[in-house]
């Protein structure tokens, strides 16, 4: 069983940043890809950012603004937020890859606001 501890979400004004964290633990075993996914109000889950065996793979409204980085060794994960719109907010999911499927964050609350 995997478990996150999800971190850095709040609220912002629009132009600012935010910096979300995400660490894994429990029975890891190897690492296809950790990412995160956001889920609006209304909406569906959508890919924010993603990197799969060292490809890095970004949604179009997150390319120039945002950066994912990994740490491998530490089964941890970073989403640094720029530029943040109100149409970034969003519940914010990390997720985890590896040979028992996809297993998902708790979610972090992220609101771009005025």
């Known amino acids: 069983q995997v478990s996150f501890v999800e971190s850095g979400g709040g609220l912002v004004h629009p132009g600012g940043s935010l910096r979300l964290s995400c660490a894994a633990s429990g029975n890891i075993f190897t690492v296809y890809a950790m990412g995160w996914y956001r889920q609006a109000p209304g909406k569906g889950r959508e890919l924010v950012a993603q990197?799969?065996?060292?490809?890095?793979t970004y949604s179009d409204s997150a390319k120039g603004r945002f950066t994912i980085s990994t740490d491998n060794a530490k089964n941890t994960v970073e989403l640094q937020m720029n530029s943040l719109k109100p149409d970034d907010t969003a519940i914010y999911y990390c997720?985890?890859?590896?040979?028992?499927?996809?297993?998902w964050g708790q979610g972090i609350q992220v609101t771009v606001s005025s």
């Open positions: 997720h985890l890859d590896n040979l028992h499927g996809r297993t």
């Open positions: 990197s799969r065996e060292h490809i890095i």
